[in-house]
């Protein structure tokens, strides 16, 4: 069955690298996209970016230049880095699933997150 | 960015109670709209996709409607199961956009 599973540091230092793993089951990453999602504690849900099933990314651009999305697909994970992290970058991180039932775009798996919070 | 304006922000509701829930986008998003359940500590499940198509293994209470830019989830029939977090979100544009949320609880 379809699986995404996401793996990292509980916390992160204050103007430190976040990476997490997203490590999926049950699908091929070069036929769905996978993107990724954060939420902050008691708040709401933020797009951050996506991996391509071809192999390109996009990007939020509210995360500018901190972010990075790659993958390896022999391994089937994604991976997001971002960089010169701020308390305000203290949420939950999800990858989910892209789907396109009908030709409509929405996340139908999603992992069960991995909570990051920034400490100074 | 597509704003996507959620309302309310919470409400409580009886046992058997239809409910609904309003996700106002900023501009058209022609459909590409889909809700989740949110319960606390797990991750969101999608119960609408394409404004009002239902995914797979959702109750029939659950149903979507709306075009344009103004789109709405229904409930008919609350059930205790159905406490959580509700909220939309537009894929018609990057930035995908989520709306602010619900918190529905039974009353």
């Known amino acids: 069955q379809v699986q995404l599973k996401e793996t990292g540091p509980d916390l992160v230092q204050l103007t430190q690298t976040l990476s997490i793993t997203c490590t999926v089951s049950g699908f091929s990453l070069t036929t769905y996209n996978v993107h990724w999602v954060r939420q902050p504690p008691g708040k709401g849900l933020e797009w951050m970016g996506a991996?391509?099933?071809?192999?390109?990314?996009d990007y939020n651009s509210a995360f500018k230049s901190r972010l990075s999305i790659s993958r390896d697909t022999s391994k089937s994970q994604v991976f997001l880095k971002m960089n010169s992290l701020q308390t305000d970058d203290t949420a939950k991180y999800f990858c989910?699933?892209?789907?396109?039932?009908?030709?409509?775009?929405?996340?139908?798996?999603w992992g069960q997150g991995v909570m990051v919070t920034v400490s100074s | 960015d597509i704003q996507m304006t959620q309302s309310p922000a919470s409400l409580s509701a009886s046992l058997g109670e239809t409910v609904s829930i309003e996700c106002l986008a900023s501009e058209d998003i022609y459909s590409y709209l889909a809700w989740y359940q949110q319960k606390p500590g797990k991750s969101p499940q999608l119960l609408i996709y394409a404004a009002n198509r239902l995914q797979d293994g959702v109750p029939s209470r659950f149903s979507g409607s709306g075009s344009g830019t103004q789109y709405s989830l229904k409930i008919s029939g609350m059930q205790p199961e159905d406490e959580g977090d509700y909220f939309c979100?537009?894929?018609?544009?990057?930035?995908?956009?989520f709306g602010g949320g619900t918190k529905l609880e039974l009353k």
């Open positions: 989910a699933r892209h789907s396109t039932y009908y030709g409509y775009n929405s996340f139908d798996y």
């Open positions: 991996m391509w099933n071809g192999g390109g990314t």
């Open positions: 979100l537009q894929g018609s544009k990057f930035p995908w956009t």
